[in-house]
């Protein structure tokens, strides 16, 4: 950051956070929603280093430092031992790029890199602002959320967690590319490779994989197939060489660890596998395909139950436990196939939870507060 990029006249934005797909692309579309209404506004993203941010956020067109640091190991204590130093570390960084880059404001999409450089900035004066995008907020949104200048939510209710006069429910806000999807499913089936007639099971781990549910589609592929079905398989990496190798000379299956047009998977599917993470849940309620949810247990505060309970309740989506996904995953999504009724409930109820605007909404708000 030169002297005479100081000197661009505009207002400067750091977007903090990240550490999967469901924070990154949100701050994503909020950077970007900012950018349309005020083109002249310099954006700065600041995330962990080694995360997907480092590599997701360049590719959008933005600039971003990273941080040392690591979240809470909620599986391995010992793990948390080096946790301190990182974080006292993380803050003389923090202070560093507070200095060179002198923002207007700062805004937190959540992820554990957003926690020091909101409060750093908390503690100079400079505006903050959260996006919590989970039904269940997480303890570092509720502790940043005592300074904060607006809070924005996914859902109500979320005066529980935060003032209430500094809420503004937005929803989460969705990648473009999904909100005006313009692929065709037969154009997203020859992407694939896949039989244009054949219903077509889109199975997504979020952005990192799902153990559990890779194993249950691994061990029931036969299953699947055998009921005409065909699949579309993001495993995650570390899933991704099984997956290949058990799929070795299927013709129905597509085998990924990483699907980066999204708008082709939505295309293509009929119905959907899915952790229950908040992007998620806002992309599939958009999209409005029949779901079943698997949530990720360890997921902090258990969000991705609530957030999964929160749409079986109103009939939009069904929900299979992790530790019951290897027994009956499959046969809860096979069921789905064939009753039509059920699918058209679902996705009648889904898709009155779509917000499609919610950039538009969360970047007014901020101008409009730092004006």
Same mark, same amino acid.
């Given at each position: 950051?030169?002297?005479?990029?100081?000197?661009?006249?505009?207002k400067r934005f750091i977007?903090? #956070?990240?550490? +999967?797909?469901?924070?990154?692309?949100?701050?994503?579309?909020?950077?970007?929603?900012?950018?349309?209404? !005020?083109?002249? &506004?310099?954006?700065?993203?600041?995330?962990?280093?080694?995360?997907?941010?480092?590599?997701?956020?360049?590719?959008?067109?933005?600039?971003?430092?990273? /941080?040392?640091?690591?979240?809470?190991?909620?599986?391995?204590?010992?793990?948390?031992?080096?946790?301190?130093?990182?974080?006292?570390?993380?803050?003389?960084?923090?202070?560093?790029?507070?200095?060179?880059?002198?923002?207007?404001?700062?805004?937190?999409? #959540?992820?554990?890199?957003?926690?020091?450089?909101?409060?750093?900035?908390?503690?100079?004066?400079?505006?903050?602002?959260?996006?919590?995008?989970?039904?269940?907020?997480?303890?570092?949104?509720?502790?940043?959320?005592?300074?904060?200048?607006?809070?924005? +939510?996914?859902?109500?209710?979320?005066?529980?967690?935060?003032?209430?006069?500094?809420? @503004? @429910?937005?929803?989460?806000? @969705?990648?473009?590319?999904?909100?005006?999807?313009?692929?065709?499913?037969?154009?997203?089936?020859?992407?694939?490779?896949?039989?244009?007639?054949?219903?077509?099971?889109?199975c997504i781990g979020g952005?990192?994989? &799902?153990?559990?549910?890779?194993?249950?589609?691994?061990?029931?592929?036969?299953?699947?197939?055998?009921?005409?079905?065909?699949?579309?398989?993001?495993?995650?990496?570390?899933? /991704?060489?099984?997956?290949?190798?058990?799929?070795?000379?299927?013709?129905?299956?597509?085998?990924t660890d990483f699907i980066?047009?999204?708008?082709?998977?939505?295309?293509?599917?009929?119905?959907?596998?899915?952790? !229950? #993470?908040?992007?998620?849940? &806002?992309?599939?309620?958009?999209?409005?395909?029949?779901?079943?949810?698997?949530?990720?247990?360890?997921?902090?505060?258990?969000?991705?139950?609530?957030?999964?309970?929160?749409?079986?309740?109103?009939?939009?989506?069904?929900?299979?436990?992790?530790?019951?996904?290897?027994?009956?995953?499959?046969?809860?999504?096979?069921?789905?196939? !064939?009753?039509?009724?059920?699918?058209?409930?679902?996705?009648?109820?889904?898709?009155? /939870?779509?917000?499609?605007?919610?950039?538009?909404?969360?970047?007014?708000?901020?101008?409009?507060?730092?004006?």
């Amino acid at each position: 950051m030169s002297r005479d990029e100081n000197k661009i006249s505009g207002k400067r934005f750091i977007i903090a #956070g990240g550490g +999967t797909g469901g924070h990154i692309f949100p701050a994503i579309a909020i950077a970007n929603a900012l950018k349309k209404i !005020s083109p002249d &506004a310099i954006f700065l993203f600041v995330g962990a280093k080694g995360k997907m941010e480092m590599e997701k956020v360049p590719q959008a067109g933005y600039k971003i430092e990273g /941080l040392t640091i690591a979240g809470f190991n909620r599986s391995s204590l010992i793990k948390n031992i080096g946790l301190p130093v990182k974080l006292i570390k993380s803050f003389f960084q923090v202070s560093r790029i507070m200095n060179e880059f002198k923002p207007d404001a700062v805004i937190g999409v #959540g992820g554990y890199s957003s926690f020091p450089v909101l409060r750093y900035a908390q503690s100079k004066g400079i505006s903050t602002f959260i996006h919590e995008s989970n039904s269940f907020a997480g303890k570092s949104n509720i502790l940043l959320g005592k300074k904060a200048r607006k809070i924005f +939510t996914a859902s109500g209710g979320m005066e529980k967690f935060f003032p209430n006069q500094k809420i @503004v @429910v937005t929803g989460n806000p @969705v990648r473009n590319s999904i909100v005006h999807n313009v692929i065709s499913k037969e154009d997203a089936m020859k992407f694939f490779g896949l039989n244009t007639s054949a219903k077509t099971i889109l199975c997504i781990g979020g952005s990192l994989g &799902a153990k559990s549910i890779n194993e249950a589609v691994d061990k029931d592929l036969r299953l699947i197939l055998d009921k005409g079905l065909q699949l579309i398989w993001q495993t995650g990496k570390l899933y /991704l060489d099984k997956a290949k190798a058990r799929c070795e000379g299927m013709k129905n299956v597509y085998v990924t660890d990483f699907i980066a047009d999204m708008n082709y998977g939505y295309a293509a599917a009929d119905y959907v596998i899915s952790r !229950s #993470g908040a992007m998620s849940v &806002a992309e599939l309620s958009i999209v409005a395909k029949p779901v079943v949810f698997v949530p990720y247990p360890f997921a902090a505060e258990d969000h991705q139950t609530a957030n999964a309970q929160n749409l079986v309740q109103k009939e939009a989506a069904l929900m299979v436990e992790d530790k019951l996904a290897n027994e009956k995953l499959v046969p809860a999504l096979i069921e789905l196939s !064939s009753n039509q009724l059920l699918q058209g409930k679902l996705t009648k109820n889904i898709k009155t /939870l779509g917000v499609f605007d919610a950039d538009k909404i969360i970047a007014e708000e901020i101008l409009k507060s730092i004006e």
